[in-house]
DNA sequence: TAACCGATTAGCT
DNA sequence: GCTAATCGGTTAA
């Protein structure tokens, strides 16, 4: 794809709110200094839900939420792993998408040093598994999607999506806004039939 | 300044 | 299936 073709791709998602850009994500590419692969699994947070880091509002941890549309989000959950989202439009609104598993395609002998591991479906299939083959922390909060180290790209429309609640959170547990991508095996967890 | 909590994972039973 | 590890952000004082 041309330079122009990845704007407009990337103007498109801009576009979303986060529950369509969550389903949108599954299936495209994302790439941390070309190290990435396949999105497979997205879950959606927005501002008036409260599960998400925006519900109360803004504070110096949720920034980027309250940011400019295609920026990372990275926190540090559990005192140990990196989470990292995708901020969801508009401009301002408080909503992300977190990324919470990919299928590995790029880079894979550096996601393996990182992650310890030589098993593909153990390289990106969680949140914090994720960060830490692609090498995100902190310092790539607030950092643009759209131009370098990251690269956002599109992928097939894929053949199956799957929805469910989401993972780990106590509160809106009814949301269905877990999506992932139907029949892959780099998923966190499987999906309810 | 201190207490409490959490969008998880790895390792063990 | 169960649980320890581990620490920044948030809240209350």
């Given at each position: 794809m041309n330079e122009a073709g990845q704007a407009d791709f990337h103007a498109e998602l801009a576009a979303l709110p986060a529950v369509e850009l969550a389903r949108a994500l599954i299936g495209c590419h994302l790439l941390y200094q070309g190290v990435g692969g396949r999105i497979v699994e997205t879950e959606a947070y927005e501002?008036?839900?409260?599960?998400?880091?925006?519900f109360p509002g803004p504070t110096p941890r949720n920034g980027p939420m309250f940011g400019p549309p295609l920026s990372a989000y990275v926190y540090f959950c559990y005192g140990v792993h990196w989470c990292f989202n995708v901020t969801a439009g508009p401009?301002?609104?408080?909503a992300a998408v977190l990324v919470r598993a990919l299928e590995p395609l790029a880079g894979l002998e550096t996601m393996v040093l990182r992650r310890k591991t030589a098993r593909a479906e153990n390289l990106c299939s969680g949140p914090g598994k994720l960060a830490q083959a692609l090498g995100i922390?902190?310092?790539?909060?607030?950092?643009?999607?759209?131009?370098p180290p990251f690269s956002l790209l599109p992928g097939g429309e894929p053949a199956l999506h799957l929805s469910g609640p989401r993972i780990g959170?106590?509160?809106?547990?009814?949301?269905?806004w877990r999506f992932g991508l139907g029949g892959?095996?780099?998923?966190?967890r499987p999906f309810a039939s």
């Open positions: 501002r008036d839900d409260p599960a998400s880091h925006s401009e301002g609104h408080g922390d902190k310092s790539c909060n607030g950092a643009s999607l759209q131009a959170i106590s509160k809106a547990q009814d949301f269905p892959s095996r780099f998923l966190s």
